[in-house]
């Protein structure tokens, strides 16, 4: 990928890593977790894992987007 490929991935992941976040404040605002009984909220281990991987290639386009444009300057 180029950088500026890379950097276009990263944009989308960051907005799906937002959505995906938006997902879990609604779940942890609205949901009791009811396999304990607790008063506490619950937010599932699904919804934070995926929001935990989109972030994650997020970075990693990120930065190999600005290691490869900081290659081409170098040159």
């Not at 959505?19 to 396999?35: F, G, M």
């Amino acid at each position: 990928m180029t950088p500026d490929e890379h950097a276009a991935r990263a944009d989308e992941l960051l907005a799906e890593a937002e959505r995906l976040y938006q997902v879990c404040l609604v779940d942890y605002d609205t949901n009791i977790n009811e396999d304990d009984h607790s008063e506490e909220p619950y937010v599932s281990g699904a919804d934070l894992a995926m929001l935990t991987a989109t972030t994650q290639l997020a970075q990693v386009h990120a930065t190999l987007a600005l290691r490869d444009l900081s290659r081409r300057s170098d040159c």
